[in-house]
């Protein structure tokens, strides 16, 4: 038996199948999005194991949730929506965690990488924005990760957050301001 490909197909004719129960289409789904969706969900928490089980989590939420999906929005977006709000989820549940245990502000729940050779100046810058991004506040965060790091226009990032577009350009404002002092400090 022949196994069609879709690759080439629509992501209205990917969720129809799915639906269905084509495994293959839904894998092309999730071959599809899950570069988006880690950038989102590691830009959000840094890039941990942690972060590729959110990202994992995010695609098993969407596989018993593509019965309701409506096409009322792109798929991407309906996706992106979701990376989000998982992300958001474990950042609260990180602070609850960290309050419960009264662990100092500077402690951190994230792996570093350690760098070897040439690449150690890049590393280390890396490393530098890295902490910037987490100090931020999240609502701060997710705007400076969809709009800097993975290039979302303002109207895309306002749709996908349900914000105003005068809400993200706010932020985006406010974001970068306190990644200087943030940068100056570190």
Known sequence: MVRESFKDREDSDLVEASVGGDKQAFGEIVNR???MVARTVKGMLGDTVLSEDIGQEVFIKLYHSLPEFRGEAR???YIQKMAVNFSLNEIRRRKRFMSMFALKENAELREIEFASGDEEKRSDALELVNKALMR?????RII???RLLQGYSTRETAE???LPVGTVLSRLSRAQEQLKIIMKKL
Not at 136 to 140: R, Y
């Open 33 to 35: 999005y899950q570069n």
């Open 75 to 77: 798929l991407s977006t």
């Open 136 to 140: 931020l506040d999240p609502k701060f």
């Open 144 to 146: 400076v990760v969809m």
């Open 160 to 162: 996908i957050l349900d």
